[in-house]
Each structure stands twice: as C-alpha cells, then as structure tokens.
C-alpha cells in the first residue's frame, strides 16, 4: 500500500515552453502534497505544500507564477513549468501524506526527471 | 526554522561490517518526528527509520538503529551487517508536528545527505 506515482518519469522540453508533472496518490486519500526540487548529489528542497482545494503555499524564493501547482482532489497534484528554462533542469519529486491529523508518515513518488534545451 | 546537519559528505564501509551516519538538529519546539531516508540510484526515497521525540527508548528496524540524544539534539544511525544494496545517499530529516488549525502540515527539513558506499 502506500503508492505514489509520478508522470512522466522523464521528459525533454524546449526553452520557452511549459511541462506538467502529475503525482498520483493510487491506494490512499492525500490531503497534503508536497514537492521537491533536487540536484545531482544534494539534497532535497521543498519548493511547495499544496493541500486539496486551497492554494498551494511556496517556500521563499520559489516563483509561484513560474512554478503552478494544482491540488484538484484528493489523489491528484500536478506541477506544471512555465516558460521552462535550462537553468530549470532538475530532478522533481512529489511526496504525499494521508488524511488525518495524527499521520505522519510522507510517501514519496519516483521522481521525474526534466532537462530543458 | 529548524536546520538539520549531517556533517560526512561521504562514508565507506566494508560488506559485512557497521557504520554510523550522524545528524544533529536544531529546534525550539519539544515534540517533533526525527527520520532517515535511504536514496538508492533509482533515486526513490525509501523511509528506513523514524523515531517520535517523545519516546525514549530508540527506535530499531532489523539491520538499522538510531541513537537518539534529545538533549543534545542528535540523532545518529546505525547500520549492521552492512550490504552491497545499503549503498545510497541517506538523508536525516526533521518533521514538527502536524497541525492543520496552523501552518503545520508536516513539511519535512532535510540535511544534506551522506552518501553511503559498502565494498564487497
């Protein structure tokens, strides 16, 4: 149990032009997501919490126009790129946490990879 | 804001044998959620051990221990018997309570990792 999804695993796309990145929740109820940003060999960043049905909130230095998240329901989040630009290649990866106050424990997706060219 | 530290960029140890990944944090708050996460190549965060600040005795998953000093705010891992799979970056992380009346909603804060490497 405790699946997390992300789609797509990698993609490749041009300076200019935007990506969106899907997490999934598939066996459980997330009321929070969050998502990360991490280079080679670093650790990861936090670059947002979204919860379902609000805004999503954005760790400073974060662009929120650059970077759009969307919590639509309780197993979909989706991060979506604007105007990508080399220096946005990363690794990305989701992780959620299931309803309830008292759960604690974060699953993480597989992460994707973007490379902007 | 808490910070975590993990001070050994990288570590090495022989199959079969022990090693301690060490992470010391910093925070005000009393209760709090400690954790190490193992990052293999596939680069899929995998939760290896999570210790809840309010218990004192340390938590234990088979091969891997945590030593955890709430008065010095550390929180070392042990692994056992080490083997060729434990190879990973392997990241402390530090999680405050949930509270959704707040703006608490379980935001993890991670040290910088060490990379674990164990020899055949």
């Known amino acids: 149990g405790a699946v997390v999804s992300q789609h797509p695993s990698w993609v490749i796309c041009k300076s200019g032009t935007s990506v969106k990145i899907e997490c999934r929740s598939l066996d459980f109820q997330a009321t929070t997501m969050f998502w990360y940003r991490q280079f080679p060999k670093q650790s990861l960043m936090l670059m947002a919490t979204s919860n379902e049905g609000s805004k999503a909130t954005y760790e400073q230095g974060v662009e929120k126009d650059k970077f759009l998240i969307n919590h639509a329901s309780l197993t979909l989040s989706t991060l979506t790129v604007t105007s990508a630009h080399p220096e946005d290649s990363s690794f990305y990866i989701c992780?959620?946490?299931?309803?309830?106050?008292?759960?604690?424990?974060?699953?993480f997706g597989p992460g994707t990879r973007l490379t902007v060219t | 804001a808490q910070t975590v530290t993990q001070s050994q960029p990288e570590m090495s140890v022989q199959e079969a044998e022990t090693v301690t990944l060490s992470c010391t944090y910093d925070?005000?708050?009393?209760?709090?959620?400690l954790f190490w996460y193992k990052q293999p190549p596939s680069r899929q965060m995998i939760l290896v051990i999570r210790?809840?600040?309010?218990?004192?005795q340390n938590a234990t998953e088979n091969r891997f221990s945590v030593n955890f000093q709430k008065a010095a705010k550390s929180f070392s891992l042990k692994i056992s018997d080490s083997q060729l799979g434990d190879t990973a970056m392997y990241f402390c992380a530090f999680m405050n309570p949930i509270n959704a009346g707040g703006t608490s909603y379980g935001k993890l804060t991670f040290g910088q990792g060490t990379i674990l490497t164990v020899h055949p």
């Open positions: 210790q809840e600040a309010y218990k004192q």
């Open positions: 992780s959620a946490r299931s309803t309830g106050e008292s759960s604690y424990e974060q699953y």
């Open positions: 925070t005000s708050e009393n209760n709090y959620y």
